[in-house]
């Protein structure tokens, strides 16, 4: 590719500022069954919001008639009594209505946290490649948290509110239809302003949290590669790419704070206008004997009464508009299928593939382990004509996660930071055999598909044609659970968990003791690190495992395989980050605890596979070689090639 077509390809440097018509919108069903959770104590609010909107409407009746009563010179009785009753007992079940409302506020954000994260959990493998960190986080975060605004802030107690509303109408309608109408000219204008920015604040909102999602990703990403941030010099370049992305946020934020703003002050001026009207008018009707003063002063307390839920459906159009932008951001990801769902779907396919070819491997799911030990002839994993490549989506974000980290580290103004290929064909037509209770390596040049192969035994993916058996059954068949409990899985960089050496240990075997915890560390040479701290087992390794150094990270995420004890064990160059003493002895221990196991093992060091049963030589998606390393070096020029420059000849 030549420098200006690279120059044209590489993305910009600023990020893209999010559009307000972008992205999925959610609707108000999709936001009921949040709310339908929570029915019983919304059933309450709303028993609660009746009586405090009978108490709210017989106030303007009780001051008329006391009204009526001062101008005639009778005495009051117990009506006085009665007003301050029903001011009381208004106000004490606002009280109860307001924690109730809050509360259920809090819980419906919790149950929307604990669905996403649920689903987070079990997404494929492809929707995390294709998708950022940082974003998913602020989706159980900062969206859902606009959730809660829902409750608070109008739409649980709207039928109070709605029969406020409709009480006050029809009493201003028994006092003087005259004056109702010409309310009504001055609410409805009110209302259909508010309609046309209700779709503005929506994705307006939608807009700005898009935009924090960015944010987020970014954060986490410099804060994720902080060392290697500030090792190469580029902390001010992340710096402005951060705050340029902040900035998009704050302009996402202004533009609702805007449309919100334009909603706040009507309903003040709707009163406003209306106020003066009934003062204007009624004071009019009042002189020319038409209502009497006492009506028209609970014409006044009830203009009040209808104004005042008017407002609260104000607030509670914005609020909902604000939370339906969210709520599209994690339908978004509710929506997505989990493992479950793909797999349900590949057995579908498997059962067409079934019915149109009787002769075919996919003859149906495989539930149990005995299923697995009736084929135990067959080799214990094997590639059949195999095809695979990347989904587009994610090959895009590999792509673009690529090119950023190249702007990061080089000058911003360099014009030779070359793009990844765009193809995301990996695998084409791989076949071989791992028999069972041996040691396989898979070796090649970077990009051959090694780790790829790795990701296909696991159902990270499933292959676009061909088959990857295992025990002689197609693992499509399987179960992903059951199937990854016979695995054993080290990737190329396997991450150390936040948390202690045990934590990290019983990922994979929660009930292992401190014994086979202990034994475990013993033999892939980690002994030292239980005797560093007086905590053991206990002792913290940090964020990311940042207080353990790298090759005891990648050998305490081969400890967590073997303790586990998986019939087969896949390493992704498990001895990279190892000096030679430290990858001599994980040597004897994976040689220890291999015995009776098959092996798996990609490396670039062949010094370490050389012994291997089998060595497979692959090369962009394709197997060019097969055999021992004596065979390989007499018949594959690209092994011989390897085996040359790390002087094995």
Not at 158 to 175: K, R
Request: hydrophobic fraction near 50%; aromatic fraction near 4%.
């Amino acid at each position: 590719m030549s420098s200006d077509a690279r120059r044209s390809a590489r993305p910009s440097r600023s990020p893209r500022r999010p559009r307000e018509d972008a992205g999925p919108r959610a609707s108000l069903r999709q936001l009921l069954p949040f709310l339908f959770e929570h029915k019983a104590v919304l059933i309450v609010v709303a028993v609660l919001s009746v009586l405090a909107a009978a108490a709210t409407l017989a106030q303007p009746l009780v001051v008329g008639q006391v009204i009526a009563l001062v101008q005639v010179g009778d005495p009051l009785g117990t009506l006085v009594w009665v007003l301050v009753a029903l001011v009381v007992v208004a106000s004490v079940i606002s009280g109860v209505q307001h924690y109730l409302l809050q509360r259920t506020g809090t819980a419906v954000v919790y149950s929307s946290r604990r669905r996403l994260v649920a689903q987070l959990l079990h997404l494929p493998v492809k929707e995390y490649d294709a998708r950022r960190t940082g974003d998913l986080v602020s989706r159980v975060g900062t969206d859902t948290t606009l959730l809660y605004a829902v409750l608070t802030q109008g739409l649980a107690d709207s039928v109070g509110n709605a029969l406020i509303f409709v009480g006050a109408v029809i009493a201003m309608l028994v006092i003087d239809p005259l004056l109702l109408v010409m309310i009504l000219v001055v609410v409805g204008a009110s209302v259909a302003i508010v309609g046309v920015l209700s779709g503005r604040i929506r994705r307006a909102t939608h807009a700005q949290q898009e935009a924090v999602g960015e944010l987020a990703s970014g954060v986490e990403r410099a804060v994720g590669s902080i060392r290697t941030i500030r090792a190469a010099g580029a902390s001010g370049r992340e710096q402005a790419a951060i705050e340029t992305t902040a900035r998009g946020a704050f302009d996402a934020g202004v533009r609702v704070a805007k449309s919100s703003a334009l909603v706040v002050p009507i309903a003040g001026i709707a009163l406003q206008l209306s106020l003066l009207v009934v003062l204007g008018v009624g004071g009019f009707r009042v002189a020319s004997g038409a209502i009497s003063i006492a009506q028209l002063v609970t014409f006044v307390m009830f203009l009040f009464f209808l104004v005042q839920p008017l407002g609260s459906f104000f607030g509670a159009i914005t609020s909902v508009n604000q939370a339906l932008g969210a709520l599209g951001r994690i339908q978004e990801v509710l929506d997505l299928p989990t493992e479950t769902a793909d797999d349900d779907a590949i057995a579908t396919t498997v059962q067409q593939a079934r019915l149109a070819d009787p002769a075919s491997d996919l003859t149906g799911p495989i539930n149990t382990l005995d299923d697995l030990l009736a084929t135990r002839d067959a080799p214990a994993i094997e590639f059949r004509d195999v095809h695979f490549a990347y989904p587009a989506a994610v090959v895009r974000a590999r792509r673009d996660a690529e090119a950023e980290v190249a702007r990061t580290l080089a000058d911003v103004h360099a014009d030779t930071v070359s793009m990844p290929d765009a193809d995301g064909d990996v695998l084409r037509g791989v076949s071989f055999a791992v028999p069972r209770g041996a040691r396989v390596a898979l070796v090649g040049p970077s990009g051959a598909g090694k780790s790829t192969t790795l990701a296909l035994i696991e159902r990270f993916y499933d292959p676009d044609a061909g088959a990857v058996l295992l025990d002689g059954t197609d693992v499509r068949r399987i179960d992903r659970t059951r199937l990854r409990a016979q695995l054993g899985y080290v990737e190329q960089d396997a991450p150390t968990l936040a948390g202690t050496l045990a934590d990290n240990l019983r990922l994979a075997a929660p009930h292992a003791d401190d014994e086979e915890c202990e034994r475990v560390l013993r033999a892939v040479n980690l002994g030292d690190v239980l005797e560093r701290s007086p905590l053991g087992l206990e002792a913290p390794v940090g964020e990311a495992g940042v207080m353990l150094s790298g090759g005891e990270r990648q050998r305490l995420a081969i400890a967590r395989a073997l303790l586990a004890a998986p019939p087969i064990l896949l390493l992704d160059e498990s001895t990279s980050s190892l000096d030679g003493l430290n990858e001599q002895r994980m040597r004897e221990a994976i040689d220890a605890v291999a015995t009776g196991r098959t092996l798996v093992l990609i490396a670039h060091r062949l010094s370490t596979v050389v012994d291997s049963d089998l060595i497979v030589v692959m090369d962009r998606g394709r197997v060019v070689g097969q055999g021992t390393h004596e065979e390989l070096l007499a018949t594959t020029p690209l092994y011989r090639e390897l085996a040359r420059h790390q002087l094995l000849v």
